[in-house]
């Protein structure tokens, strides 16, 4: 792939990047400010786009389709939360969508980020390389170390992580990914960015890009996390939660210090 040393070699990565990737942004119609700060961070990267409105948790009445409340309670051991359940909802909107094109990749999108300067190129690259990942997340509100496995660009490569990564504002998945999504985590019955971190109890494989390169910009958890404490559960309903919590982190660490193994060793 050229590098981006001139804006015609600049479009022609645009272009090839649209070709084979949808782009969608999630955006509640209160937030104007942040659909106009999307449209024009991805204009000026020439993708192509569409805003794919969010579903306003201050709107939603339980119960409420897609939303398992008996599950949700088992798994996290809170009231619901009817913010995070728009959240969800939405992102599965994206999933759907991905899966009504011709399209092989989606990259996904919530509205307060900021892209690096090499967004182009690492997106171009990380397509070259599809084949090592079925998601690919760009951003994480965690500050988990990331195992490098593979050089991506000369700047950032794909990397492995050992921990709970929190977080849905920037990611990459391919239509088998999309189906996962669409398939198995409906109904929600966990927040959406620790659902999706249960990739590898589909056989998927999910990778980051290190150094992270997407940026949330804002406070993305300012209307989910306002007023957590009315969504708690009593004490002993909390710890009920534990020996599920337990056996999905530790799943999770060895399915991806596995597949670490798998890459270190040159296996794959």
Not at 142 to 166: D, M, P, Q
Request: net charge positive.
């Amino acid at each position: 792939m050229d590098t981006l040393s001139s804006g015609k070699q600049y479009s022609s990565i645009a272009s090839w990047i649209n070709e084979r990737m949808a782009t969608y942004y999630i955006n509640l119609e209160r937030c104007p400010d942040r659909r106009l700060h999307m449209d024009a961070m991805l204009a000026a990267q020439g993708l192509k786009f569409r805003r794919v409105p969010a579903i306003d948790g201050s709107q939603l009445k339980l119960p409420v389709a897609g939303f398992d409340e008996h599950g949700y309670k088992l798994r996290h051991g809170r009231k619901p939360n009817p913010f995070e359940i728009g959240c969800y909802l939405s992102h599965l909107a994206c999933a759907r969508e991905l899966l009504e094109t011709q399209k092989a990749y989606a990259l996904i999108l919530e509205d307060d980020l900021a892209f690096p300067a090499d967004m182009l190129e690492l997106l171009s690259a990380a397509l070259e390389d599809a084949s090592s990942w079925d998601i690919l997340r760009l951003s994480t509100v965690n500050k988990g170390r990331k195992y490098i496995v593979k050089r991506l660009t000369a700047a950032r490569g794909l990397a492995v992580s050992l921990t709970r990564e929190k977080g849905s504002g920037a990611y990459i998945i391919n239509r088998r990914a999309a189906a996962w999504i669409t398939e198995q985590l409906n109904p929600m019955r966990l927040p959406y960015d620790l659902a999706f971190d249960l990739e590898h109890f589909a056989g998927l494989k999910a990778l980051f890009v290190a150094p992270v390169p997407v940026l949330q910009t804002a406070d993305r958890h300012s209307f989910i996390q306002n007023g957590l404490r009315q969504y708690r559960l009593p004490h002993r309903q909390r710890m009920m939660v534990m020996p599920y919590r337990f056996w999905y982190e530790t799943t999770r660490f060895l399915a991806r210090l596995g597949y670490l193994t798998i890459w270190k060793a040159g296996i794959r």
